[in-house]
């Protein structure tokens, strides 16, 4: 017997057609086991925000909301085979640096960097939210030297803005001259990040030749776990997508500060931001 044409039996099974692949990122960091920063946290940026996220991962660590118990460093040559794979295969359109912890590694990024044709963010982390140290003493001269000067973008916060200049920041006035000093080392532009000032969260973004202050209330929120991983990455994003640097930094603070306002509380200690808070409920 004949089925009807309208039978599910009968149905000709939907093929999707080919799709354009999203914006391809890639992350050069270390794991977050807590999931609130490091490499966790850039690919559920780059998913938020319609990028296809890759990483090269430099360092595990042990973590939750009370702190890192823990850090182990991969080999430079499983970071330069991770990176070979991804950029010879599949290539990228942003690269993102976080966590490099040692001077091989930050000598070993770099030099990758350099020989590859796409916009670099580097987040310099030396120190997580808990105070915790991710990058050797030792290292911070490779970072002066070798890796700012691969940046399209270089996006320090306070803590690591004095570590490589030596300006403590206490004032607006004081994040320009930060800015000016970490302009010589090489990169493209720098983002001050301010968010440790009283009042309005600014940052001062900047090339030497023009400045964008960036202004955002602040949120009254505790949980705030992996802010500047979530912003370095979201900035790579709007690169991938082709805006300008000012444009995609404008962007990426946006995207960002919901996600500090929306921060949620897990675990015992510090909670973090949440990466999907446009697509939840309400929003």
């Known amino acids: 017997m004949t089925q009807p044409a309208h039978s599910p039996a009968a149905a000709t099974p939907s093929v999707p057609a080919a799709s354009v692949a999203?914006?391809?990122?890639?992350?050069?960091?270390?794991?977050?086991?807590?999931?609130?920063?490091?490499?966790?946290?850039?690919?559920?940026?780059?998913?938020?925000l319609g990028a296809h996220g890759m990483s090269v991962l430099t360092a595990v660590t042990a973590q939750n909301s009370l702190g890192v118990q823990g850090a182990w460093e991969l080999p430079a040559e499983?970071?330069?085979?991770?990176?070979?794979?991804?950029?010879?295969?599949?290539?990228?359109?942003?690269?993102?640096?976080g966590m490099l912890a040692s001077p091989l590694l930050v000598e070993t990024v770099a030099e990758l960097l350099a020989d590859t044709a796409a916009p670099v963010v580097v987040d310099p982390v030396s120190v997580s939210k808990h105070g915790d140290r991710l990058l050797a003493d030792d290292a911070l001269d490779a970072v002066r030297t070798v890796l700012l000067r691969v940046a399209t973008v270089a996006t320090p916060n306070l803590d690591e803005t004095a570590q490589l200049t030596g300006v403590s920041v206490t004032s607006e006035g004081d994040m320009r001259r930060a800015?000016?000093?970490?302009?010589?080392?090489?990169?493209?532009?720098?983002?001050?990040?301010?968010?440790?000032?009283?009042?309005?969260?600014?940052?001062?973004?900047?090339d030497g030749s023009e400045e964008h202050w960036l202004r955002a209330p602040r949120h009254d929120n505790r949980h705030t776990h992996g802010t500047g991983c979530t912003l370095a990455s979201a900035i790579a994003v709007g690169l991938a997508q082709g805006y300008p640097v000012p444009e995609a930094v404008r962007r990426a603070k946006e995207y960002v500060t919901g996600a500090i306002a929306a921060g949620f509380a897990l675990g015992a200690g510090l909670g973090p931001v949440d990466h999907g808070w446009r697509t939840r409920p309400g929003r």
């Open 179 to 206: 800015a000016e000093r970490l302009l010589k080392f090489g990169p493209r532009w720098v983002l001050v990040k301010g968010g440790h000032l009283p009042g309005e969260a600014v940052d001062l973004l900047t």
């Open 22 to 48: 999203p914006p391809r990122v890639l992350t050069v960091a270390g794991s977050d086991s807590g999931g609130g920063a490091g490499i966790q946290a850039d690919l559920k940026t780059m998913l938020a």
């Open 78 to 97: 499983a970071v330069r085979a991770q990176y070979r794979s991804v950029v010879d295969d599949i290539g990228v359109q942003a690269v993102k640096t």
